[in-house]
């Protein structure tokens, strides 16, 4: 038994602990909540805001948090300190968080890649697994400490199964208040290590409160212990030491560079790297530009031959990355009149005018020129103009955000907003020597999507492979002395291109080797809900920086839902086959559908969040909105279902109505985003379509947390070892979120896209409810090793 110093009154102090376990509860979710979070900001730093680097983060979280659940969690049955141990692994939480940050921002120089080099899965994997390894290991133990402590304060008629749903509902309403206060209040005003130390300091509170119910020596060393970790944290945030902190390890992260800016937006990170007069400039550690010297061959060409190959253009738009060169390159054409640029955060464009030169002021300070801090796609819905070209200012659909410029639904929508000889203008990267497999495909895939929407596209080859789509033939007809024509007509000051060069770049025998070099590319087409092109590039991207996993990608090229189909029937048929050979087995029905629930779950959430980004063209600051509505279904399902359980009769028919709701779920929540996608114009529906998101989120965990306190009182029917039944129904669930953040993240999502997605969670849990239903009956239970067939 955990020791208490008693008052008097054992009811009454139950009670007072009771409060204090609340408050325990709550914070120790709130705190978790908002490491996670700014944990996974830092990471995506380091991994380029990468969304595959998403789903492995959040899985791994889980992972290691189910662990700490089971393994260390589940001993508490044996402890007769629950409480000191508790405190125990508080204070080793609140010293391994900070740590967890440092090694973060270290982790490049650790794993030995360089600054702006990128990671493939295989390094984004195993580096995130380190860093979260310890805060979460001891954040997943301490939940288990708080439900064992729940049972152990709790009236006669709430211990059990009752303590670990509360126990389990009020962690999650701290997760809920931790993702909205880190999304609107944290982030705007204070620095990573001023709010985990922040974080530290309610952690160490919490303990305090729980500290005075020992035996009074043990009391005052817990007492002393913990007053004087606190006032070193309280002491570090008066005394600017999480300050000092932040900018030597933003040094430690880029060295050899002098980072004048680093700065988190509600839209992500972004820092200004100086160097001899020069500014780079990065959005998640991704270079966006540099002023005031752009590169030369890479803006000059993708502006002046596209500006060249139109007759007389007049208004032109760009989305991202105009700033920097690209707008000044626009303006030296004379007929143009108007340029709309948009650029999503407004922190980058600010910055832009803090750290200015005479190239940005001239070029975003001219009259012709207008800024909107909005999504580009977003921007075209709404806009009244018609252009006679759109650039895409990015060069890769490298994530879920950028891959939505390259989609034919946002090829179809940029062809409205053309004028009758209007053309788009994307880049992707190219070679002049040889295009391997996966460039293939990643320019082949782009291709097709053009093409299914534009009647002439023509390719202009090169280390960036330039793409000019129209309606008009024109297009098509370029040549070098076209261009050097109008270049001469214009009067053009440029510094790249001469006749002699668009004479070797525009030579006809680079399109006919590049033609060539295609035979054999993908014939998909890129769709905003089956992004293949962000598959492609997410292929391409690990050949170069993870090129063992080459053959993996191109397996997944085919793997198509006929194939998991029968690997998940076979599975299923596999644990069948056992469990008729193992009575015992039967027991472990229950384990297997919260790990399908889990699995859902996580799904649900990733796939929430994709659809969220394709729809809106951000994500960043919501992921918190989205993981919180969740998060809120949870606590309140839990809630509910804990109120129920003295008043439920038929477990288990309960439990198989519940697993029919979530493969009900699954199947009409792609039909539902399917529904609303095409009316996004209307600005009513803009905005209802998101709170519409947040309803979905909460559906999703609210029929994920309906089913834990009832697995736990199913199961605890049987093994009444509360601290073993929270820790393996926990761990369930969290193992399976694990397997769903990862298949989600790395083959569901960018392979299946949104349906094909669905379609497989549908399955899994169709797995569940079989495996459920054919559990044998006795009386009405589930067979256990304490009953024995009739």
């Known amino acids: 038994m955990a020791s208490r110093h008693f008052t008097g009154d054992p009811l009454l102090e139950d009670l007072e602990m009771n409060k204090r376990l609340i408050f325990v509860a709550l914070a120790t979710g709130f705190s978790g909540m908002v490491i996670q979070l700014l944990l996974l900001r830092e990471m995506l730093v380091v991994f380029h805001g990468n969304d595959l680097a998403i789903g492995i983060i959040f899985a791994n979280w889980l992972a290691i948090e189910a662990f700490g659940a089971f393994f260390i969690g589940k001993r508490i049955e044996y402890s007769r300190r629950r409480l000191g141990w508790f405190i125990a692994l508080s204070i080793l939480f609140v010293l391994f968080a900070p740590a967890a940050l440092f090694l973060a921002r270290i982790m490049r120089d650790l794993v030995g890649v360089l600054p702006g080099m990128g990671m493939g899965a295989v390094t984004i994997f195993y580096s995130s697994f380190l860093v979260l390894l310890l805060p979460s290991l001891l954040h997943g133990a301490l939940f288990i400490f708080t439900c064992k402590l729940c049972s152990q304060f709790a009236q006669k008629d709430q211990k059990g199964a009752s303590s670990i749903g509360r126990a389990y509902a009020w962690e999650t309403i701290g997760h809920i208040a931790g993702a909205a206060v880190f999304t609107f209040l944290m982030i705007p005003l204070f620095h990573s290590f001023t709010i985990v130390f922040g974080m530290c300091v309610l952690t160490i509170t919490a303990s305090i409160a729980l500290s005075t119910f020992q035996n009074k020596a043990v009391k005052r060393k817990a007492l002393a212990m913990l007053m004087a970790i606190l006032l070193i944290f309280v002491y570090l945030i008066a005394s600017d030491g999480d300050e000092r902190l932040h900018y030597k390890t933003i040094a430690l992260q880029w060295p050899g560079q002098e980072v004048v800016h680093h700065q988190h937006s509600l839209y992500g990170n972004v820092a200004v790297i100086e160097r001899e007069g020069e500014f780079t400039f990065l959005a998640d550690g991704i270079p966006i530009f540099t002023i005031p010297t752009p590169d030369i061959v890479r803006v000059e060409e993708f502006i002046h031959f596209a500006m060249l190959a139109h007759p007389r253009p007049k208004n032109v738009a760009i989305l991202v990355g105009g700033a920097g060169g690209k707008i000044s390159e626009i303006l030296k054409h004379p007929t143009v009149t108007r340029v709309d640029y948009t650029e999503i955060d407004p922190l980058l464009i600010d910055l832009v005018h803090k750290f200015h030169t005479p190239l940005t002021k001239a070029e975003l300070g001219d009259p012709r020129v207008s800024t909107f801090h909005v999504d580009g796609r977003r921007f075209l819905e709404v806009t009244p103009y018609k252009y006679d070209l759109i650039f895409v200012g990015i060069a890769n659909p490298e994530n879920m955000q950028v891959n939505r410029l390259f989609t034919a639904e946002f090829a179809s929508l940029a062809k409205e907003r053309l004028r009758e000889d209007g053309i788009l203008v ?76 668009l004479e070797v770049r525009l030579a006809p025998r680079w399109l006919d080797w590049f033609s060539a070099s295609m035979y054999g590319a993908t014939e998909e087409i890129n769709r905003d809900f089956r992004p293949k092109g962000f598959f ?12 063992y996993l080459s053959d993996f990608f191109v397996w997944l090229e085919d793997l198509g839902l006929w194939s998991l189909a029968i690997v998940i029937a076979s599975w299923t048929a596999i644990l069948l086959a056992l469990k008729w050979k193992a009575v015992r087995l039967h027991r472990l029905s ?74 009900l779920f699954a199947a009409l929540l792609p ?57 393996l129904i926990y761990g369930a669930d969290l193992l399976g979120g694990w397997g769903g953040g990862i298949a989600a993240a790395v083959v569901l999502l960018p392979v299946l896209g949104l349906v094909g997605t669905s379609a497989v969670v549908v399955m899994i849990k169709a797995s569940s409810l079989i495996i459920l239903t054919t559990s044998a009956k006795v009386d009405g239970k589930l067979v256990t090793p304490y009953h024995s067939h009739s």
């Open 426 to 501: 994307i880049s992707l990267p190219g070679s002049l020597t040889y295009l391997s497999h996966e460039l293939r495909n990643l320019n082949g895939v782009i291709i097709n999507t053009l093409e299914s929407i534009f009647p002439y596209v023509h390719i202009i080859p090169g280390y960036q492979n330039i793409f000019l789509a129209s309606t008009t033939p024109d297009v098509t007809m370029i040549n070098a002395a076209l261009l050097y024509e109008r270049l001469e007509d214009r009067q053009l000051e440029v510094r790249l291109i001469t006749r002699p060069y």
């Open 590 to 663: 229950i384990p297997y559908s919260i790990a399908a629930t889990g699995f859902a779950g996580m799904t649900f959430d990733l796939l929430l969040i994709f659809a969220f980004q394709v729809l809106f063209g951000f994500v960043f600051h919501w992921i918190g909105l989205l993981l919180a509505a969740f998060m809120g279904g949870v606590a309140g399902g839990g809630l509910v279902m804990t109120s129920l359980l003295p008043r439920i009769k038929n477990d288990r028919a309960l439990f198989m109505k519940l697993e029919i709701a979530v493969i």
């Open 671 to 727: 039909m539902i985003i399917l529904a609303v996608a095409p009316h996004l114009g209307n600005a009513v529906v803009f905005v209802l379509t998101q709170l519409l998101f947040l309803l979905l989120a909460f559906i999703a965990g609210a029929l994920i947390g309906l089913k834990f306190p009832l697995a736990s009182k199913m199961y605890l029917s049987h093994s009444p070892n509360v601290s073993r039944t929270a820790g």
């Open 536 to 547: 492609y590039s997410l292929a391409y991207w690990n050949a170069m920086f993870s090129p």
